[in-house]
T-cell receptor, first 115, second 117 residues
Framework: DAKTTQPTSMDCAEGRAANLPCNHSTISGNEYVYWYRQIHSQGPQYIIHGLKNNETNEMASLIITEDRKSSTLILPHATLRDTAVYYCIVRGTNAGGTSYGKLTFGQGTILTVHP | DGGITQSPKYLFRKEGQNVTLSCEQNLNHDAMYWYRQDPGQGLRLIYYSQIVNDFQKGDIAEGYSVSREKKESFPLTVTSAQKNPTAFYLC????????????????FGPGTRLTVL
C-alpha cells in the first residue's frame, strides 16, 4: 500500500473551513484515497473516498491533485464536534493474502477546533 | 437501526484467562474484520473473514482466534497466549467481496477496551 504523510496536528476556528492535507506520492493508478476520523475512544468513522475526481458528500469534500500525489480533505464549516484524529489512507487492491481489505492507518492529523 | 455493535465496551481480564469479544452487524455485510489499536498508534489487522465459515490471519494473529458461523457475527477470542492483550479492539465490516477492493468501504463498531490485570 502507498504510504501517506500528514501533518501531526492542525487548529481551526469554529465555523471556518478546515483543510487537511495528505501526501501520497507513491500511489498507484488503481488505488483510492480514503479518509476516516476517530474521536477519542470511539471507532473510526468513514468520511469520504475518491480515485481521481473531486468528491463531495454531506460531511466533507475531497480534492485530489491531477497527478494524484496529494489530496486535501475539506470540512467546510468546522464545529467543535469535528475535533478528532483524521486519517488519510491509500487502499491496497491485493485480492488475497494478509493484505486483503486491510486499512493501514498511520498517525493521522489531530484536528482541534477552537470556539 | 442498522450498524455494528461490539460488547462489552470495557472488559477486564486476569492474566492467563481467555476472553471473547463480541461483534455483530445487521448491515448484511459479507466481510468482517478485527483490528487492534494501542495508545497513540494506528490500527493493526488481526483477522478477517470474507464469507461465512471462512477467515484469514491478518498481520498480528498470534494469540487470537475467531469463528464465523453466522454472517452477522464474528467473535474474537483473546487467548492466554497473547503476550500483550491490553488494547482497544475494533471490529469492522464491508459489503461484499469485490474484485476492486478499493471501493469496498469498511465501517467500524464502537470498540471494546480490554485491560489485563
Amino acid at each position: 500500500d502507498a504510504k501517506t504523510t500528514q501533518p501531526t496536528s492542525m487548529d481551526c476556528a469554529e465555523g471556518r473551513a478546515a483543510n487537511l492535507p495528505c501526501n501520497h506520492s507513491t500511489i498507484s493508478g488503481n488505488e483510492y484515497v480514503y479518509w476516516y476520523r476517530q474521536i477519542h475512544s470511539q471507532g473510526p468513522q468513514y468520511i469520504i473516498h475518491g480515485l481521481k475526481n473531486n468528491e463531495t458528500n454531506e460531511m466533507a469534500s475531497l480534492i485530489i491533485t491531477e497527478d494524484r500525489k496529494s489530496s486535501t480533505l475539506i470540512l467546510p464549516h468546522a464545529t467543535l464536534r469535528d475535533t478528532a484524529v483524521y486519517y488519510c489512507i491509500v487502499r491496497g487492491t491485493n485480492a488475497g493474502g494478509t493484505s486483503y481489505g486491510k486499512l493501514t492507518f498511520g498517525q493521522g492529523t489531530i484536528l482541534t477546533v477552537h470556539p | 437501526d442498522g450498524g455494528i455493535t461490539q460488547s462489552p465496551k470495557y472488559l477486564f481480564r486476569k492474566e492467563g484467562q481467555n476472553v471473547t469479544l463480541s461483534c455483530e452487524q445487521n448491515l448484511n455485510h459479507d466481510a468482517m474484520y478485527w483490528y487492534r489499536q494501542d495508545p497513540g498508534q494506528g490500527l493493526r489487522l488481526i483477522y478477517y473473514s470474507q464469507i461465512v465459515n471462512d477467515f484469514q490471519k491478518g498481520d498480528i494473529a498470534e494469540g487470537y482466534s475467531v469463528s464465523r458461523e453466522k454472517k452477522e457475527s464474528f467473535p474474537l477470542t483473546v487467548t492466554s497466549a497473547q503476550k500483550n492483550p491490553t488494547a482497544f479492539y475494533l471490529c469492522a465490516s464491508s459489503s461484499r467481496w469485490v474484485k476492486r477492493l478499493s471501493t469496498d468501504t469498511q465501517y467500524f463498531g464502537p470498540g471494546t477496551r480490554l485491560t489485563v490485570l
